[in-house]
Nanobody, 124 residues
């Protein structure tokens, strides 16, 4: 059974940093691409960042480029999202998703497995 478990979301102030974690089980993690998506209140789910199975290729949404960093630790079956210089518009439920093809596409339809999400709230 494939499971993805996000953690690390909480209430922070603008300008703060936060690190989210996504633990993946039930898949061969080292050959799995992983993406982070977010859903702001009242809006559709949107791409944030993704990482290929190798870790050598990453993608970022323009809105987070230069502020967020995605990384993976294959020994821990975990992908991280380091978020710096947070803004109120980063407030959202953050989801991680697994792509068993390994590519870590920025496209939502490329992911077969999703976590339950973790809430990030950035106050001004």
């Amino acid at each position: 059974q494939v499971q993805l478990a996000e953690s690390g979301g909480r209430l922070v102030q603008a300008g703060d940093s936060l690190k989210l974690s996504c633990v993946v089980s039930g898949l061969t993690f080292r050959s799995t691409g992983v993406g982070w998506f977010r859903q702001p209140p009242g809006k559709e789910r949107e791409f944030v960042a993704s990482i290929w199975w190798s870790g050598r290729t990453t993608y970022y949404a323009d809105s987070v480029k230069g502020r967020f960093t995605i990384a993976r630790d294959n020994a821990k079956n975990t992908v991280y999202l380091q978020m710096d210089s947070l803004r109120p518009e980063d407030t959202a439920v953050y989801y991680c998703a697994a792509d068993s093809t390994g590519r870590g596409t920025p496209k939502r339809e490329g992911y077969s497995y999703w976590g339950q999400g973790t809430q990030v709230t950035v106050s001004s």
